[in-house]
C-alpha cells in the first residue's frame, strides 16, 4: 500500500510560479513511475506529466510542456511539480499519481493522491 499526499498548491496570478510536491509513504516508492494529473471543474481528469523510475525520462501533456516540469528524489519518497508561466487555464485540482507501468496512463494507476488546489487568476 502506497499513500500519496499532495501540498503547495494554492492561488497565483497568471504569468505566476508554484511547486507542488507529492510524499510518498512505504519503502518501494523507487519501483514506481510517478504521474501528475489534474481535472478541471466539469471536465475530465486529464493527465499532465510523468516520470519514470529513475527520473531519467520524463513526457508532458502539450499544454504545458516547456512551462512545467516533473521531478522526483527517490531518497526522500518525493515527486514535484514545477508549474512556470502560469495561465488561467491550468486552473485546477491536481492529483500525484502512482503506477507500475510506463507510460503513465490514468487506467493504469495503481494509487492516487487526494488532490491539491491551483488557481489562476488573470
Known sequence: QVQLVESGGGLVQAGGS????????G???SSYVMG???QAPGKEREFVAAINWSGGNTYYADSVKGRFTIS???AKNTVY???NSLKPEDTAVYYCAAGRTWPVARSRIDYWGQGTQVAVSS
Do not use: G, I
Open 81 to 83: 511539480l514545477q508549474m
Open 72 to 74: 522526483r528524489d527517490n
Open 27 to 29: 519503502r518501494t516508492f
Open 18 to 25: 508554484l511547486r507542488l510536491s507529492c510524499a510518498a509513504s
Open 36 to 38: 501528475w494529473f489534474r
